[in-house]
């Protein structure tokens, strides 16, 4: 599996900007993000973590993300919204339209088990992150918003993902 070189005229489910730019726009926020600054790995997992829009499932696109040596943190951005959700309910005031409708077919906000069980899956500081990166997300979604150019993505190895990806998020930059 690739990532489709047609992520660029993908559109991102009920947003104004498209699967490439929203990827982008997350990655720009991790580059940009302090106290705590976000490593290596966290601003790739930002850029990649709706791999799941091109596989079946998002798991799918987890697991084939996790294969490649990447950390759980890459696939948990649908769980992170669901927790979100489940412990701060302004928290889902603030969610597009079409992001509280995806919310419904993820399982909806997680109840105080379910977190429980997720803190303690993953442990704190990747719960940290993950919610870093679906805070991103949510960011990812303004037309024309800046996005990160992939030479400033430390870590982001095109040979994973085919050049045709890269070539077009290059004439995007």
């Known amino acids: 599996m690739?990532?489709?070189?047609a992520s660029a005229d993908t559109p991102y489910i009920g947003e104004p900007v498209s699967?490439?730019?929203?990827?982008?726009?997350?990655?720009?926020?991790?580059?940009?993000?302090s106290n705590p600054?976000?490593?290596d790995e966290t601003i790739v997992a930002s850029?990649?973590?709706?791999i799941g829009q091109f596989a079946p499932e998002d798991e799918?696109?987890?697991?084939?993300l996790r294969g490649l040596g990447f950390p759980?943190?890459?696939g948990e951005h649908v769980n992170a919204k669901r927790y979100l959700c489940g412990i701060n309910p302004a928290y889902f005031e603030k969610l597009s339209e079409a992001?509280?409708?995806?919310?419904?077919f993820q399982g909806g906000p997680m109840d105080s088990e379910e977190r429980r069980i997720y803190e303690e899956a993953l442990g704190s500081d990747t719960v940290k992150d993950v919610v870093r990166i679906r805070k991103w997300?949510?960011?990812g979604e303004s037309r024309g918003g800046r996005g990160a150019r992939f030479g400033e993505i430390s870590g982001f190895d095109s040979e994973r993902f085919g050049e045709g990806w890269l070539e077009r998020g290059r004439r995007m930059s």
């Not at 690739?2 to 070189?5: G, K, N, R, S, Y």
């Not at 699967?19 to 993000?33: F, G, I, P, T, V």
């Not at 799918?60 to 084939?64: D, K, S």
């Open 37 to 39: 600054f976000a490593d």
């Open 60 to 64: 799918l696109g987890a697991r084939y």
């Open 99 to 104: 992001s509280k409708e995806s919310l419904g």
């Open 2 to 5: 690739a990532v489709p070189a």
């Open 72 to 74: 759980e943190k890459v």
């Open 19 to 33: 699967q490439l730019e929203h990827s982008l726009q997350c990655a720009q926020q991790a580059l940009n993000a």
């Open 137 to 139: 997300d949510d960011g």
């Open 47 to 50: 850029l990649l973590h709706d």
